[in-house]
């Protein structure tokens, strides 16, 4: 049975990188899409970015100057880097496996504050 | 906005019949794309409960279903029970934006 666990720090700085790595149990990272979706509190889900082993990436355009997402086969875990954050960036952060039209395994999420 | 328009919230009886609606455009749903939804309780990770427009992954109930026409999908649940009280979201995959895209959510209140 695949898990995912989300780890990172809790609080960033505003202006500051949010770095969050997602480590995948239970099965091989070299196959299916790897995402991230994060969810502001009390508002809905937001697709972030998906990397696919073979190493193709596809981003949110609304994100997309400030996310860079990688994966290192060799520790079976994948990776975002979210530059620049400002409190609208707040929010619980997933990540997720799926193929290229859905999402079937989440982590439980981790939850993000920006603030000084 | 989200690119997906579900209704905020939709209620119903126990045992009763709901169907939740998530409307799209002709670059995403309208192209053939497939209509995922998910199901999420609070301060849970969602589930996927359907993907591929009307499929369910092994353990679902067949009390939920899926279907999909033109630029709209529809879940519909069965036997509505008090477990099903959660909030319910639509996928699909925008080919003008290059982009998965949900829906806003819609929050099930079983009376």
Not at chain 2, 14 to 28: A, D, E, F, K, L
Not at chain 2, 87 to 94: H, I, N, R
Request: proline fraction near 5%.
């Amino acid at each position: 049975q695949v898990q995912l666990q989300e780890s990172g720090p809790g609080l960033v700085k505003p202006s500051e990188t949010l770095s969050l790595t997602c480590s995948v149990s239970g099965g091989s990272i070299s196959e299916y899409f790897w995402s991230w979706i994060r969810q502001p509190p009390g508002k809905g889900l937001e697709w972030i970015a998906y990397i696919h082993y073979s190493g193709n990436t596809n981003y949110n355009p609304s994100l997309k100057s400030r996310v860079t997402i990688s994966m290192d086969t060799s520790k079976n875990q994948f990776s975002l880097k979210l530059s620049s954050v400002t409190a609208a960036d707040t929010a619980v952060y997933y990540c997720a496996r799926g193929v290229l039209t859905d999402m079937d395994v989440w982590g439980k999420g981790t939850s993000v504050t920006v603030s000084s | 906005q989200s690119v997906l328009t579900q209704p905020p919230s939709v209620s119903g009886a126990p045992g009763q019949r709901v169907t939740i609606s998530c409307t799209g455009s002709r670059s995403n749903i309208g192209t053939g794309q497939d209509v995922q939804w998910y199901q999420q309780f609070p301060g849970t990770a969602p589930k996927l409960l359907i993907y591929g427009d009307s499929d369910r992954p092994s353990g679902v109930p067949d009390r939920f279903s899926g279907s999909k026409s033109g630029t709209s999908a529809s879940l519909a649940i069965t036997g509505l029970q008090a477990e099903d009280e959660a909030d319910y979201y639509c996928q699909s995959y925008d080919s003008t934006l290059s982009a998965r895209v949900f829906g806003g959510g819609t929050k099930l209140t079983v009376l």
